[in-house]
């Protein structure tokens, strides 16, 4: 039997990070786990005796932004999917995130369309 997915959600706006949670939890999903900024999710990923299967960090938080986090952490756990979200969509954010290794960019507001599916993709992956 396998293991559920471990999600992260870095985001240093508590609704936001709530509305995602809540998300995910519509969906199934119950090992959740909520970093306040950047330097937390950096400390939460790095520390985690079970790692993350799925990272959704915000672009711009305190202490480390989402890039930060992405570089540092990414080569460390290289099976994780990681996923940005800002409310800041310009093609440079969106790049860069995907330069550092992030397997997708999700733009705030949340649409649960975009959301849905980056959890179909996260599924698809996590199966193969």
């Known amino acids: 039997m396998s293991t559920p997915p471990r999600i ?9 990070r709530e509305l ?3 998300i995910l939890r519509q969906r199934g999903y119950r090992d959740i786990v ?11 990923l790095l520390s985690a005796k079970v ?3 799925l990272v959704l ?3 711009d ?3 480390m932004s989402g890039i930060e986090v992405l ?5 460390l756990l290289p099976n994780c999917m990681w996923v940005m979200v800002s409310g800041h969509s310009a093609l440079p954010n969106v790049m860069s995130a995907i330069s550092a290794g992030a397997m997708g960019f999700i733009v705030k507001p949340y649409n649960m369309e975009k959301i849905f599916g980056m959890l179909d993709k996260f599924t698809s992956r996590s199966r193969s």
């Open 20 to 22: 995602l949670g809540s």
């Open 61 to 63: 938080m305190p202490g």
């Open 51 to 53: 790692p993350f299967d």
């Open 34 to 44: 909520h970093a306040t900024d950047g330097r937390q999710a950096h400390s939460l």
């Open 71 to 75: 570089s540092t952490c990414r080569p």
């Open 57 to 59: 960090l915000d672009l």
């Open 8 to 16: 992260l959600i870095a985001d240093d706006d508590a609704p936001m």
